[in-house]
């Protein structure tokens, strides 16, 4: 038993004096966050209820849209690429080449994304008008039109 105890104190020995190389490596690590905005509402009817050519009042629908921007981010609001908070768009009726204008308004103070987490919506509220002088003389029909609602980076 003895030499069996004379090897395994050897060994303990040796194990508790080693001595071991050590190297270290650094590496660099970067990431970029986009400047991104997403619309979470895609598409928003504005839907004027019927207008009858002979009334003295004009027509005013709003609609909200819902977005999101990275956080902080600057970004700018255009509608049929306009970003004065106002524009005019044109409905044509099937068939016809009359048209019918459509102004719109919006907000256009400093905007800054909040983020993308659940609460951190952006809303656009977009009001559309259409004004007496602009259906008194029109053909009875169903006019339609598109707004484009684009959310830009600054």
Not at 14 to 42: E, I, R
Not at 59 to 75: D, F, Q
Not at 135 to 140: E, K, P
Request: hydrophobic share 40%.
């Amino acid at each position: 038993m003895k030499p069996r105890l004379l090897i395994a104190a050897a060994l303990a020995t040796c194990a508790g004096s080693a001595v071991f190389a050590q190297s270290t490596a650094t590496v660099d690590v970067t990431a970029s966050v986009l400047p991104v905005c997403v619309f979470q509402t895609l598409s928003a009817p504005v839907s004027f209820d019927s207008i009858r050519p002979d009334s003295t009042e004009g027509v005013t629908k709003t609609v909200e849209l819902l977005y999101r921007c990275t956080k902080n981010m600057r970004h700018k609001v255009e509608v049929n690429e306009s970003a004065t908070g106002k524009t005019t768009g044109a409905l044509a009726a099937d068939g016809s080449k009359e048209t019918l204008p459509v102004s719109v308004k919006w907000a256009t103070a400093e905007r800054r994304g909040l983020g993308f987490s659940d609460n951190k919506v952006l809303s656009l509220e977009l009001e559309a008008s259409i004004e007496p002088d602009h259906f008194r003389d029109l053909a009875a029909g169903d006019y339609r039109g598109v707004l484009l609602v684009t959310v830009t980076a600054e």
